[in-house]
């Protein structure tokens, strides 16, 4: 009789050993919405912009790669979506959106050429040969050229262009 009870305590233990082991290999994904960034208003989905805190863009992006804590302004504290090529470097309150962006970008100015922006965005406020900066409503719009002339990245601040500190 002791045995049996031994034999069925043993049972028990080993049983919700596994039942814990299997249970602990059941997680979820993140899912994001998609991104919808809208460059002319500075906004992501209507919902985000370059001021939201990095707690905002987590809750409604709970996909994000990596999260670097901010300095109180030091620092390259943000939100990265590594795989969707995109930033918010809430510290420093700006989003770069890359060639890799996964998502829609209004209007589509990844890979356009650099003398199509004019009817859309009118002059450069201050232009370099790798990268011009336009006054938009809401701040500024930085782009940024490859050697055939084409958007490869953007940013878009709240800041003006002498106030905007970017980071490496």
Same mark, same amino acid.
Request: proline letters at 4%; hydrophobic letters at 45%; charged letters at 20%.
């Given at each position: 009789?002791?045995?049996?009870?031994? *034999?069925?305590?043993?049972?028990?233990?080993? +049983?919700?050993?596994?039942? $814990?082991?299997?249970?602990? $290999?059941?997680?979820?994904?993140?899912?994001?919405?998609?991104?919808?960034?809208?460059?002319? /208003?500075?906004?992501?989905?209507?919902?985000?912009?370059?001021?939201?805190?990095?707690? /905002?863009? $987590?809750?409604?992006?709970?996909?994000?790669? &990596?999260?670097?804590?901010?300095?109180?302004?030091?620092?390259? %504290? %943000?939100?990265?979506?590594?795989?969707?090529?995109? +930033?918010?470097?809430?510290?420093?309150?700006?989003? &770069?959106?890359?060639? *890799?962006?996964?998502?829609?970008?209004?209007?589509?100015?990844? %890979?356009?050429?650099? %003398? #199509?922006?004019?009817?859309?965005?009118?002059?450069?406020?201050?232009?370099?040969?790798?990268? &011009?900066?336009?006054?938009?409503?809401?701040?500024?719009?930085?782009?940024?050229?490859?050697?055939?002339? *084409?958007? #490869?990245?953007? $940013?878009? +601040?709240? *800041?003006?262009?002498?106030?905007?500190?970017?980071?490496?």
């Amino acid at each position: 009789m002791k045995v049996i009870c031994m *034999k069925a305590v043993f049972l028990m233990l080993i +049983s919700l050993t596994v039942a $814990q082991v299997v249970t602990a $290999q059941l997680t979820t994904t993140p899912v994001c919405p998609v991104f919808t960034v809208d460059v002319l /208003e500075g906004t992501i989905n209507e919902k985000l912009d370059c001021n939201s805190t990095a707690g /905002e863009v $987590q809750k409604y992006f709970p996909c994000f790669t &990596e999260v670097v804590e901010e300095t109180g302004g030091a620092g390259c %504290g %943000g939100v990265f979506f590594k795989d969707k090529g995109i +930033s918010f470097f809430t510290e420093r309150d700006y989003i &770069e959106i890359t060639d *890799k962006f996964k998502g829609k970008l209004i209007p589509a100015l990844l %890979g356009a050429s650099r %003398g #199509s922006l004019f009817k859309v965005l009118g002059n450069p406020k201050i232009k370099d040969p790798n990268w &011009e900066a336009f006054v938009t409503k809401f701040g500024i719009l930085i782009l940024y050229y490859d050697a055939a002339g *084409k958007i #490869s990245k953007l $940013q878009i +601040s709240v *800041k003006g262009a002498d106030a905007i500190k970017l980071c490496n």
